[in-house]
Protein backbone atom coordinates (compact mmCIF):
# COMPACT_ATOMS: atom_id res chain seq x y z
CA UNK A 1 0.00 0.00 0.00
CA UNK A 2 1.60 3.09 -1.04
CA UNK A 3 2.06 6.23 1.84
CA UNK A 4 1.83 9.73 2.11
CA UNK A 5 5.13 10.32 4.60
CA UNK A 6 4.23 13.91 5.11
CA UNK A 7 7.40 15.41 6.39
CA UNK A 8 6.69 18.58 9.48
CA UNK A 9 9.25 20.44 11.48
CA UNK A 10 9.67 23.71 13.12
CA UNK A 11 10.90 26.67 10.76
CA UNK A 12 14.64 25.82 10.88
CA UNK A 13 14.55 22.49 11.86
CA UNK A 14 16.14 21.49 8.41
CA UNK A 15 12.93 20.54 6.36
CA UNK A 16 13.97 21.43 3.27
CA UNK A 17 17.45 20.72 3.29
CA UNK A 18 16.63 17.26 4.15
CA UNK A 19 13.95 16.99 1.30
CA UNK A 20 17.31 18.28 -0.85
CA UNK A 21 19.58 15.40 0.34
CA UNK A 22 16.73 12.75 -0.30
CA UNK A 23 16.36 13.92 -3.63
CA UNK A 24 20.07 13.93 -4.32
CA UNK A 25 19.73 10.06 -3.38
CA UNK A 26 17.04 9.16 -5.40
CA UNK A 27 17.87 6.23 -8.00
CA UNK A 28 20.64 5.05 -6.01
CA UNK A 29 21.44 2.18 -4.17
CA UNK A 30 21.23 3.90 -0.69
CA UNK A 31 17.46 4.61 -1.45
CA UNK A 32 16.18 1.58 -1.78
CA UNK A 33 12.45 2.65 -2.80
CA UNK A 34 13.57 5.18 -4.97
CA UNK A 35 11.85 3.85 -7.75
CA UNK A 36 8.36 3.86 -6.19
CA UNK A 37 9.11 7.38 -4.51
CA UNK A 38 7.82 10.83 -5.41
CA UNK A 39 9.34 14.03 -3.89
CA UNK A 40 6.13 16.70 -3.84
CA UNK A 41 6.61 20.14 -4.93
CA UNK A 42 4.92 22.68 -3.11
CA UNK A 43 2.71 25.03 -4.83
CA UNK A 44 3.55 28.83 -2.70
CA UNK A 45 1.85 32.20 -3.49
CA UNK A 46 5.74 33.31 -2.55
CA UNK A 47 9.02 33.93 -4.98
CA UNK A 48 10.11 31.01 -6.56
CA UNK A 49 13.72 32.72 -5.14
CA UNK A 50 12.78 32.93 -2.19
CA UNK A 51 13.99 30.30 0.60
CA UNK A 52 15.81 26.95 -0.10
CA UNK A 53 12.92 25.19 -1.00
CA UNK A 54 12.49 23.90 -4.84
CA UNK A 55 8.43 24.93 -5.15
CA UNK A 56 6.41 26.50 -7.39
CA UNK A 57 5.63 30.12 -7.10
CA UNK A 58 1.70 31.33 -7.76
CA UNK A 59 -0.04 34.47 -7.27
CA UNK A 60 -2.84 34.63 -4.98
CA UNK A 61 -5.43 34.60 -7.81
CA UNK A 62 -3.73 31.67 -9.48
CA UNK A 63 -3.61 29.88 -6.14
CA UNK A 64 -7.33 30.48 -5.21
CA UNK A 65 -8.72 29.73 -8.69
CA UNK A 66 -6.56 26.37 -8.62
CA UNK A 67 -8.67 25.93 -5.11
CA UNK A 68 -11.71 26.36 -6.00
CA UNK A 69 -10.98 23.83 -8.78
CA UNK A 70 -10.27 21.62 -6.07
CA UNK A 71 -6.90 21.35 -7.75
CA UNK A 72 -4.66 20.41 -4.46
CA UNK A 73 -5.17 17.55 -2.70
CA UNK A 74 -3.66 19.62 0.40
CA UNK A 75 -3.55 23.42 1.48
CA UNK A 76 -3.32 25.56 4.08
CA UNK A 77 -2.29 28.68 5.09
CA UNK A 78 0.87 29.73 7.68
CA UNK A 79 2.82 32.63 8.04
CA UNK A 80 1.01 34.61 6.20
CA UNK A 81 1.82 32.75 2.94
CA UNK A 82 -0.93 29.88 1.38
CA UNK A 83 0.42 26.47 0.49
CA UNK A 84 -0.77 23.88 -1.32
CA UNK A 85 -0.18 20.01 -2.70
CA UNK A 86 -1.38 19.14 -6.40
CA UNK A 87 -3.62 16.79 -6.52
CA UNK A 88 -0.99 14.85 -9.02
CA UNK A 89 0.13 13.08 -5.44
CA UNK A 90 -3.13 11.07 -5.61
CA UNK A 91 -2.82 10.26 -9.29
CA UNK A 92 1.11 8.92 -8.02
CA UNK A 93 -0.30 7.00 -4.85
CA UNK A 94 -2.90 5.02 -7.23
CA UNK A 95 0.35 4.26 -9.62
CA UNK A 96 2.03 2.81 -6.25
CA UNK A 97 4.55 5.31 -5.18
CA UNK A 98 4.81 6.46 -2.05
CA UNK A 99 5.05 10.06 -1.54
CA UNK A 100 7.13 12.25 0.33
CA UNK A 101 5.47 16.23 1.44
CA UNK A 102 6.38 18.82 2.97
CA UNK A 103 3.88 19.20 5.58
CA UNK A 104 2.52 21.99 8.22
CA UNK A 105 2.17 20.93 11.84
CA UNK A 106 -0.86 22.15 11.94
CA UNK A 107 -2.37 21.59 9.33
CA UNK A 108 -1.65 17.86 10.41
CA UNK A 109 -4.85 16.56 11.71
CA UNK A 110 -6.53 17.58 8.63
CA UNK A 111 -3.97 15.45 6.43
CA UNK A 112 -4.65 13.01 8.61
CA UNK A 113 -8.40 12.62 8.10
CA UNK A 114 -8.03 13.00 4.02
CA UNK A 115 -5.49 10.41 3.99
CA UNK A 116 -6.27 8.39 7.06
CA UNK A 117 -3.70 5.07 7.54
CA UNK A 118 -2.10 5.67 4.18
CA UNK A 119 -0.72 9.03 5.60
CA UNK A 120 2.23 8.29 7.92
CA UNK A 121 3.82 11.76 9.82
CA UNK A 122 7.17 12.35 10.44
CA UNK A 123 8.74 15.09 12.64
CA UNK A 124 12.14 16.29 12.14
CA UNK A 125 13.15 17.36 15.90
CA UNK A 126 15.45 19.84 17.08
CA UNK A 127 16.43 21.31 20.70
CA UNK A 128 15.49 24.32 21.35
CA UNK A 129 19.30 25.49 21.64
CA UNK A 130 20.71 24.32 18.37
CA UNK A 131 17.02 25.62 16.76
CA UNK A 132 17.86 29.22 18.10
CA UNK A 133 21.56 29.37 17.22
CA UNK A 134 20.45 28.26 13.64
CA UNK A 135 17.71 30.83 13.35
CA UNK A 136 20.12 33.48 14.81
CA UNK A 137 22.59 32.40 11.99
CA UNK A 138 19.95 32.32 9.55
CA UNK A 139 19.73 36.46 9.66
CA UNK A 140 15.69 36.79 9.05
CA UNK A 141 14.76 37.98 11.77
CA UNK A 142 15.65 40.09 14.99
CA UNK A 143 16.69 38.10 18.24
CA UNK A 144 13.14 38.87 19.99
CA UNK A 145 11.10 37.59 16.63
CA UNK A 146 13.17 34.31 17.22
CA UNK A 147 12.40 34.06 20.68
CA UNK A 148 8.58 34.93 20.01
CA UNK A 149 8.71 32.07 17.34
CA UNK A 150 10.59 29.62 19.25
CA UNK A 151 8.04 30.39 22.10
CA UNK A 152 5.15 29.88 19.11
CA UNK A 153 6.00 26.53 18.42
CA UNK A 154 6.91 24.91 21.85
CA UNK A 155 3.38 26.29 22.20
CA UNK A 156 2.20 24.72 19.27
CA UNK A 157 4.06 21.52 19.72
CA UNK A 158 2.49 21.28 23.06
CA UNK A 159 -1.18 21.84 21.79
CA UNK A 160 -0.59 19.47 18.91
CA UNK A 161 0.91 16.38 21.23
CA UNK A 162 -1.81 17.09 23.99
CA UNK A 163 -4.49 16.53 20.84
CA UNK A 164 -2.68 12.95 19.89
CA UNK A 165 -1.38 13.64 16.27
CA UNK A 166 2.54 14.20 16.98
CA UNK A 167 2.81 10.94 19.25
CA UNK A 168 2.12 9.13 15.95
CA UNK A 169 5.14 10.63 14.29
CA UNK A 170 8.57 8.66 13.51
CA UNK A 171 11.21 11.03 14.46
CA UNK A 172 13.97 12.33 13.09
CA UNK A 173 16.52 14.25 15.30
CA UNK A 174 18.36 16.62 13.54
CA UNK A 175 20.55 18.17 16.28
CA UNK A 176 24.25 17.31 14.99
CA UNK A 177 24.44 17.71 10.93
CA UNK A 178 22.00 17.61 8.11
CA UNK A 179 23.23 14.23 6.39
CA UNK A 180 22.85 12.54 9.66
CA UNK A 181 18.96 13.28 9.23
CA UNK A 182 18.58 12.67 5.64
CA UNK A 183 19.93 9.35 6.70
CA UNK A 184 17.78 9.02 9.26
CA UNK A 185 14.70 9.50 6.89
CA UNK A 186 16.40 7.62 4.11
CA UNK A 187 16.70 4.37 6.61
CA UNK A 188 12.62 4.92 7.48
CA UNK A 189 12.00 5.09 3.93
CA UNK A 190 13.91 2.11 3.49
CA UNK A 191 11.38 0.39 6.29
CA UNK A 192 8.09 1.28 4.63
CA UNK A 193 9.03 -0.16 1.45
CA UNK A 194 10.15 -3.55 2.93
CA UNK A 195 7.35 -6.36 3.12
CA UNK A 196 6.46 -7.04 6.62
Given at each position: MSKV???????????????????????TEVLRPSPNLMIANRYICRDWQSG?????????AEFQRRQQLGFFSLDWQANGLRYGIG???DLWLEKGQNVLVNGSREYLPTAMTIYGKD??????????DILRQRLISRG???????????????QQFASSKA?????????????????????????Y????????
Open positions: IYLIGASGSGKDSVLAGVRQWLNNENHIQLSEKEILVPVLIKVETRESLPDIEARLTRTQKGPLDQCHVINNNTNIDDAVLQLISLNSLSTPS
